[in-house]
């Protein structure tokens, strides 16, 4: 089935890196994403991988994907209090168009 | 370049109204996605429209429903309002190229159904 798992809660300081974890269960994942939301607004694409790809990187941000394990992991280094607010990832599925399945979100909350 | 524009952004309902939500995509976007988010179920995928043409369906009742216009506009309709309707609907739109279906939201309509 599809079924995609975030842990619901981050807290880090100014400054520290942030690891958001992510567990997928479909092995027809072709791509992997991460949006991020802000209060009150909608979804803003952050990076995607690529389901054959183990890494990405892109400025502060870090993409990890072991495909044997269904975990992705994103690492956002020197994070800062612009960057607390409610990370998802999500995962299209071979065939399925526009279709994602969307984690429940992580909360990250940056404290200075 | 325009971003996904959704309207209206905030509305009130009662139960057993009906609603329609409207959603114009970036500019050459063909794909529109709509998506029910709530804080028990999370993002939840509604459908997706590509060329007037709904290509996939989630898991709700007949009672959500959907068209796109030619040109790619599109809105959902949701009839008989139940009070678990209140929720941010969101719109994506998207290329639909070969790759990564990168899809951009919009801001989202909050539906308050009392």
């Known amino acids: 089935g599809e079924d995609v798992e975030q842990s619901l809660f981050l807290s880090v300081r100014e400054g520290d890196s942030s690891v958001i974890n992510c567990t997928y269960t479909?092995?027809?994942?072709?791509?992997l994403y991460w949006y991020k939301q802000e209060p009150g607004a909608g979804l803003q694409l952050l990076t995607y991988i690529f389901s054959n790809m183990d890494m990405k990187q892109d400025q502060r941000l870090t993409v990890l994907l072991n495909k044997k394990d269904k975990h992705l992991s994103l690492r956002i280094a020197d994070t800062q209090t612009g960057d607390s607010a409610i990370y998802f990832c999500a995962e299209s599925i071979q065939n399925q168009g526009g279709k994602l399945i969307f984690g429940q979100g992580t909360e990250l909350s940056v404290k200075p | 370049k325009a971003g996904v524009t959704q309207t209206p952004r905030y509305l009130i309902k009662t139960r057993g109204q009906q609603v329609t939500l409207s959603c114009s995509p970036i500019s050459g976007h063909r794909s529109v996605s709509w998506y029910q988010q709530t804080p028990g179920q999370g993002l939840q995928f509604l459908f997706e429209?590509?060329?007037?043409?709904?290509?996939n369906k989630g898991n709700f009742p007949g009672r959500f429903s959907g068209r796109q216009f030619s040109n790619s506009r599109s809105e959902m309709n949701v009839s008989t309002l139940e009070l678990g309707d209140s929720a941010l609907y969101l719109c994506?739109?998207?290329?639909?190229?070969?790759?990564?279906?990168?899809?951009?939201f919009g801001a989202g309509s909050r539906l308050t159904v009392l």
């Open positions: 429209y590509f060329s007037e043409t709904q290509r």
């Open positions: 994506a739109s998207s290329l639909q190229s070969a790759g990564a279906n990168v899809l951009t």
């Open positions: 479909d092995s027809s994942s072709t791509y």
